[in-house]
C-alpha cells in the first residue's frame, strides 16, 4: 500500500510569487492533516480535512494560504504571495479515523524556500 | 490550549547502550494520547509508540518503552540496545481524546536530534 506522497519535494520560490503544495494521502483515509516546520521551531498544525470539508482551519497563518481538497482525495495548498516567513517545511498527514489513537501516517514534506 | 516541550536540542548515546529522550506536556484534559515519532535524514516521519493516558501500563514496542508519568505530565523514551539506524530527529506529540466537538490535531515539541556512535 502506497504511503502518503507529497510532491513537488522541493521548492525555491521569489517573495511575491505563488506556490501550490499537494498532498495524495493513503487511499481510503478520510482524515488529512497540513503541518508546517519553520527552521528550529515546532511542528505546527495548519488544517484538517475530512474528505472534501475543513474540519478544523484554526492553525492557518493567514489568508495567504488556501488549502482546498476537492473530492475528498489529494488536497494542495497554495501560498500567494508567498513571504519569506513562509519559509520551512509543509508535511501532510492522513488518517482513517478521528476515533482512538487516529494514528496519523506522514508524508515526506515539501521544503519550500522563500527569497 | 495543551503545550509539548523537549528541553534537549540533542543527544549521543553509544550504540549498544540506553539512552532515555524526555518530554513534558501541559493539558487540562484527563484522556488524551501521547506519541513519539522518528524522522529519520530521509525525512519520512513514522510513530515509533504511543500511549493512551487512561492506560496506567507503560507501551513497550520492542527495543522502545515509555515512562509515562501522567500526574507529572511527563512522558520520556527509552532505546535499549541502541542502533546506528536509531539515528534521527524524535518529536514527542500530544493528541486530545476524541470526542464531538474537538479537534484531533497534533501538539509537537521541538525535537531532539539523536546521534549514535558506533
Known amino acids: 500500500e502506497a504511503g502518503v506522497t507529497q510532491f513537488p519535494s522541493h521548492s525555491v520560490i521569489e517573495k511575491g510569487q505563488t506556490v501550490t503544495l499537494r498532498c495524495d494521502p493513503i487511499s481510503g483515509h478520510d482524515n488529512l492533516y497540513w503541518y508546517r516546520r519553520v527552521m528550529g521551531k515546532e511542528i505546527k498544525f495548519l488544517l484538517h480535512?475530512?474528505?472534501?470539508?475543513?474540519?478544523?482551519e484554526s492553525g492557518m497563518p493567514n489568508n495567504r494560504f488556501l488549502a482546498e481538497r476537492t473530492g475528498g482525495t489529494y488536497s494542495t495548498l497554495k501560498v500567494q504571495p508567498a513571504e519569506l516567513e513562509d519559509s520551512g517545511v509543509y508535511f501532510c498527514a492522513s488518517s482513517l479515523t478521528r476515533q482512538g489513537a487516529g494514528e496519523q501516517y506522514f508524508g515526506p514534506g515539501t521544503r519550500l524556500t522563500v527569497t | 490550549a495543551q503545550t509539548v516541550t523537549q528541553s534537549q536540542p540533542e543527544m549521543s548515546v553509544q550504540e549498544a547502550e540506553t539512552v532515555t529522550l524526555s518530554c513534558t506536556y501541559d493539558?487540562?484534559?484527563?484522556?488524551?494520547?501521547l506519541f513519539w515519532y522518528k524522522q529519520p535524514p530521509s525525512r519520512q516521519m513514522i510513530l515509533v509508540i504511543r500511549?493512551?493516558?487512561?492506560?496506567?501500563q507503560n507501551a513497550t514496542e520492542n527495543r522502545f518503552s515509555v515512562n509515562f508519568q501522567k500526574a507529572a505530565k511527563s512522558f520520556s523514551l527509552k532505546i535499549s540496545d541502541s542502533q546506528l539506524g536509531d539515528a534521527a530527529m524524535y518529536f514527542c506529540?500530544?493528541?486530545?481524546?476524541?470526542?464531538?466537538?474537538?479537534?484531533?490535531?497534533?501538539?509537537f515539541g521541538k525535537g531532539i536530534t539523536l546521534s549514535v556512535r558506533p
Open positions: 506529540a500530544y493528541r486530545n481524546h476524541w470526542k464531538e466537538g474537538a479537534n484531533s490535531k497534533l501538539t
Open positions: 493539558t487540562s484534559e484527563s484522556d488524551y494520547y
Open positions: 500511549q493512551e493516558a487512561y492506560k496506567q
Open positions: 480535512f475530512v474528505k472534501e470539508s475543513k474540519q478544523d
